[in-house]
């Protein structure tokens, strides 16, 4: 009779000493976005005039903008200067003050020429 009273205590305190099986963990965190891990960020150009302009970034023509339409987006590397310039296509004519911005990651900038 005393082994009867004492299985059940000592099997219920066993059962107290253990990790819940139901005790969640913790989720690793989520991986970082791929503009921070490689520096980078979105940057899109606007032509603010009535007249087709080139879109010289980094010194290269990387397109060619309609009057007052937006657009070519690149990723670029962020916290460097890219040089900047807008002018009419064929020519070398600059139709606005030439800039080096300096983009911030993980975002999306407008660069937009002057009102001409």
Avoid at 30 to 43: D, F, K, L, S, Y
Avoid at 77 to 101: D, E, I, K, Y
């Amino acid at each position: 009779m005393k082994r009867m009273i004492w299985l059940p205590l000592v099997i219920s305190l066993a059962a107290c000493g253990g990790k819940s099986p139901t005790t969640p963990s913790v989720p690793p965190p989520p991986p970082a976005p791929a503009c921070e891990t490689n520096r980078t960020t979105e940057v899109t150009f606007k032509n603010n005039g009535p007249l087709t302009v080139d879109v010289i970034f980094d010194g290269n023509i990387i397109g060619t903008l309609a009057p007052f339409a937006s657009g070519l987006t690149r990723t670029v590397a962020a916290g460097v200067a890219h040089p900047l310039r807008f002018q009419l296509p064929n020519s070398s004519f600059t139709l606005c003050t030439p800039s080096a911005p300096v983009p911030v990651q993980c975002t999306l900038q407008t660069y937009a020429s002057c009102f001409y």
